[in-house]
C-alpha cells in the first residue's frame, strides 16, 4: 500500500508562487504515475497535471497551462506541483494521486492512491 504525503500549501496572494510536494512511502514510486487534482469548496474534483514514471509525458488542465508546473524526483519518491502566477480561483485543497502502471491520467478514478491534501488560498 502506497501512502502519500503532500505538503507545501498556504495563503498566498495573488501572483504569488507556491511549491506543493507528494512524498510516497514505497520504493515503487518510480513505476507509478502521478496526478495531481484539486477541490474548491462546493465544487467536483477537478484535474491539475499530470506526470508519468518516467517524466517524458506531462499534461495540464488549461485553466493552469503555462502557470503550473509538475516533476518528480524518482530517487526522492517526490512528485512537485510549482504554482506560479496563482489567482484567486486557484483556491482549493490539492491532492496528489498515484496510479500503477506509470501513466497519468485526467479520470481520478485511475488513481489507487490518494494523499490527504494540502490547502491553498489565494487571496485577491
Known amino acids: 500500500q502506497v501512502q502519500l504525503v503532500e505538503s507545501g500549501g498556504g495563503l498566498v496572494q495573488a501572483g504569488g508562487s507556491l511549491r506543493l510536494t507528494c512524498v510516497a512511502s514505497?520504493?515503487?514510486?518510480?513505476?507509478?504515475?502521478i496526478g495531481w487534482f484539486r477541490q474548491a469548496s462546493g465544487r467536483e474534483r477537478e484535474f491539475v497535471a499530470g506526470?508519468?514514471?518516467?517524466?517524458?509525458?506531462?499534461d495540464y488542465a488549461d485553466s493552469v497551462n503555462g502557470r503550473f508546473l509538475v516533476t518528480r524526483d524518482n530517487a526522492l519518491r517526490t512528485a512537485f506541483l510549482r504554482l506560479n502566477n496563482l489567482k484567486p480561483e486557484d483556491t482549493a485543497v490539492y491532492y496528489c494521486?498515484?496510479?500503477?502502471?506509470?501513466?497519468?491520467?485526467?479520470?481520478?478514478?485511475?488513481?489507487?492512491?490518494w494523499g490527504q491534501g494540502t490547502q491553498v488560498t489565494v487571496s485577491s
Open positions: 506526470i508519468s514514471w518516467s517524466s517524458t509525458g506531462t
Open positions: 494521486a498515484a496510479a500503477d502502471g506509470g501513466a497519468y491520467y485526467k479520470n481520478e478514478k485511475a488513481y489507487q492512491y
Open positions: 514505497e520504493r515503487a514510486f518510480s513505476a507509478l504515475g
